[in-house]
């Protein structure tokens, strides 16, 4: 079994940044392809960005030179940086850890946090 725990999101205007956190407790977190996704009201949730085992990243077009996502396994943590923030990033963010394949869809993930809000004003 594995917790995960998301954190940093808020409030921020158009061209901001914000910084999310996510702290997995259980399991090997060394070993996990941990992934970020977003739900917007109304809309399905959609893949962010992925990291794996070997620091491997990918992005969703949306994102790509806006986000960096990295780990820190010594502190099990995974996190997004959002900087260039539009009002059309504003969702829940959610963390997941996947056990195998690429990571580029939700049907891979087995954990999920509970999601942090993330607002963007115009």
């Known amino acids: 079994q594995v917790q995960l725990v998301e954190s940093g999101g808020g409030l921020v205007q158009a061209g901001g940044s914000l910084r999310l956190s996510c702290e997995a407790s259980g399991g090997t977190f060394v070993t996990y392809t941990m992934g970020w996704f977003r739900q917007a009201p109304a809309k399905e949730r959609e893949f962010v960005s992925v990291i794996n085992w070997s620091d491997m990243t990918k992005y969703a077009d949306s994102v790509k030179g806006r986000f960096t996502i990295s780990r820190d396994n010594a502190r099990n943590t995974v996190y997004l940086q959002m900087n260039s923030l539009k009002p059309e990033d504003t969702a829940v963010y959610y963390c997941?850890?996947?056990?195998?394949?690429?990571?580029?869809?939700?049907?891979?993930?087995?954990?999920w946090g509970q999601g942090t809000q993330v607002s963007v004003s115009s």
């Open positions: 997941a850890v996947a056990f195998r394949g690429p990571g580029l869809s939700s049907k891979e993930y087995t954990y």
